[in-house]
Nanobody
């Protein structure tokens, strides 16, 4: 069982930056693929980024490429999402998730554990 706790959300103006953190409990964090999803009001959950066990492989959706960076520190059981050049359309609740397989999953169904979410609001 893995428990995930996100932090770092908040209100920021367009063009600003935030760094989200997600800290996991347990001793097996380094064996999980980690992902970030987001859900805007009235919309379905959207995959944002994923990172492999050791951090060598990452994948971002096109709309955040060049602006968002996913990274992890296995010694701290933490995965990060650095978000730069934020846009109002990035406003959503952001969730981190853990996947027990080695595949960089892009769907909700591929992930086994979820955090409670952190709100990101970007004002225009």
């Amino acid at each position: 069982q893995v428990q995930l706790v996100e932090s770092g959300g908040g209100l920021v103006q367009a063009g600003g930056s935030l760094r989200l953190s997600c800290t996991a409990s347990g001793r097996t964090f380094s064996t999980y693929v980690m992902g970030w999803f987001r859900q805007a009001p009235g919309k379905e959950s959207e995959f944002v980024a994923a990172i492999s066990w050791g951090g060598r492989s990452t994948y971002n959706i096109d709309s955040v490429k060049g602006r968002f960076t996913i990274s992890r520190d296995n010694a701290k059981n933490t995965v990060y999402l650095q978000m730069n050049s934020l846009k109002p359309e990035d406003t959503a609740v952001y969730y981190c998730a853990a996947d027990r397989t080695y595949v960089l999953g892009r769907t909700v169904e591929e992930y086994d554990y979820w955090g409670q979410g952190t709100q990101v609001t970007v004002s225009s």
